[in-house]
């Protein structure tokens, strides 16, 4: 019996060691394509390019999300409201779908999305560790100043309270 579990341990180690010898470590998706978050350019549900300096000057709210998403769907509302609230007073809030185009495009028009809806796809994911999300998971939302500089993130569901708490100090900012 020890004969054969010492075998094993062996015949383990070695496939772990070719396992490890056979390649280098990937670099993370978004190591790979430099990305700046920034400027990546994602086709809005027109399939008009766009990307996130197309607002600067302008307060950002930035959610990743995915149509089959639960807690996504459930702040959306409250973003909207948010969106219709404070679009005149320099904030705007942009969606970055980490989904399938057609079932992100017509989860935005059933829901009336009034703010943009870029289709992120792949890129999204590749784009979110860029924003402080180093675990991938959705929603993701992070707020930056009108100089461009993430000044806020929240991972998971973010509350409307919460979400205003942290616009107000950027608001009085100019």
């Given at each position: 019996m020890?004969?054969l ?6 015949l383990?180690l070695s496939v772990?060691?070719?396992v ?8 993370p998706p ?8 920034f400027?990546?350019?994602l086709p809005d ?12 000057g302008?307060i950002?709210v930035?959610?990743?999300w995915?149509?089959?998403?639960g ?15 404070y679009r005149d007073?320099?904030?705007?809030f ?12 017509d ?9 943009p ?8 994911l590749?784009?979110?560790p ?11 939302t ?6 461009g500089k993430i000044?806020?993130t929240a ?6 309270k ?13």
């Amino acid at each position: 019996m020890k004969r054969l579990v010492t075998g094993l341990i062996s015949l383990l180690l070695s496939v772990v060691v070719q396992v490890a010898n056979a390649a280098p470590p990937a670099a993370p998706p978004a190591a790979r394509k430099n990305l700046d978050i920034f400027n990546v350019s994602l086709p809005d549900l027109d399939n008009k390019p766009r990307k996130l300096s197309d607002w600067r000057g302008k307060i950002l709210v930035v959610n990743f999300w995915a149509s089959w998403c639960g807690p996504c769907r459930d702040e959306m509302p409250e973003f909207m409201q948010l969106q219709k609230q404070y679009r005149d007073k320099g904030v705007q809030f942009v969606g970055i779908a980490a989904d399938n185009p057609q079932a992100a495009a017509d989860f935005a028009r059933k829901l009336g999305i009034n703010y943009p809806v870029l289709q992120g796809e792949e890129t999204a994911l590749d784009m979110m560790p860029l924003a402080g999300n180093s675990f991938g998971g959705l929603p993701y939302t992070f707020i930056t100043n009108r100089e461009g500089k993430i000044v806020a993130t929240a991972p998971g569901r973010i509350s409307k309270k919460r979400l205003e708490a942290a616009l107000q100090p950027l608001l009085v900012q100019k």
